[in-house]
């Protein structure tokens, strides 16, 4: 079983309609967790940045984090079709443990017009 | 955040030959990263590039088939040695600026081995 677990999709959704992505993991030592979005031919661009449970908000982009059951998810509102991409959750325990992220597979998503 | 610029954006190359890639970034920062993203896969740490002494590599990854190099707080070479078609891939260089921020990507290098 891998360490971190992603629908790969693809999810497909109409412009102006919410995008819920989520991962879930198995390693209780992760406190970090972040959301990466990757255009085609292009590096991981960093979108949310989260440290242990809760929410957090920018703009569009929301993260949420429950380390009780292992699972954050991260909405996208009032969806684009230039938020068409793949959407990488990633994730790392504390930094005296060392900068390894664990990456999920990615959850590939399109926004029709 | 950091600009991060790697080179050669793409190659391809003759199976038994090596590529070095390096990694440029614009300002000091802490740490280096090297990942792998296979086609259709997602990222894999190949080794944390440590300035002025050797890269820790992890499991799978060895330096012989890797070396890679990091001579200051800027810049950093990855190799892919002796390659075959199984290394395919995209190779990233990622960075993070200080302790508490999180990584930053530069947009990769693809490589095509025939």
């Known amino acids: 079983q891998k360490e971190v677990e992603q629908d790969p999709g693809p999810l497909s959704v109409p412009e102006g309609a919410i995008v819920s992505l989520n991962c879930t993991y198995s390693?209780?030592?992760?406190?970090?967790f972040m959301w990466y979005r990757q255009y085609s031919r292009k590096g991981p661009e960093l979108l949310m940045y989260?440290?242990?449970?809760g929410n957090k908000e920018d703009g569009r982009f929301t993260a949420q984090v429950d380390k009780s059951s292992k699972y954050i998810s991260l909405f996208i509102r009032d969806s684009q079709p230039s938020d068409s991409a793949t959407y990488l959750c990633?994730?790392?325990?504390?930094?005296?443990?060392?900068?390894?992220?664990?990456f999920g597979g990615g959850t590939r998503v399109l926004v029709k017009p | 955040s950091a600009v991060i610029s790697q080179k050669p954006s793409r190659d391809i190359c003759q199976r038994g030959t090596s590529l070095t890639i390096q990694c440029q970034v614009d300002?000091?920062?802490?740490?280096m990263f090297w990942y792998r993203q296979q086609p259709g896969q997602s990222l894999t740490l190949i080794a944390t590039?440590?300035?002025?002494?050797?890269?820790?590599?992890e499991s799978g990854f060895v330096i012989d088939k890797f070396p890679i190099s990091r001579p200051n707080l800027t810049f950093s070479t990855l190799t892919v040695s002796n390659m075959s078609p199984e290394d395919s891939s995209i190779y990233l260089c990622?960075?993070?600026?200080?302790?508490?921020?999180?990584?930053?990507f530069g947009d990769g290098t693809r490589l095509s081995i025939l």
């Open positions: 990633a994730m790392s325990a504390p930094k005296a443990a060392g900068n390894k992220l664990t």
């Open positions: 989260t440290y242990s449970s």
């Open positions: 300002s000091q920062v802490t740490m």
């Open positions: 990622s960075v993070e600026v200080s302790g508490d921020q999180p990584q930053h």
């Open positions: 390693n209780s030592a992760f406190q970090y």
């Open positions: 590039a440590n300035q002025g002494s050797e890269a820790t590599y």
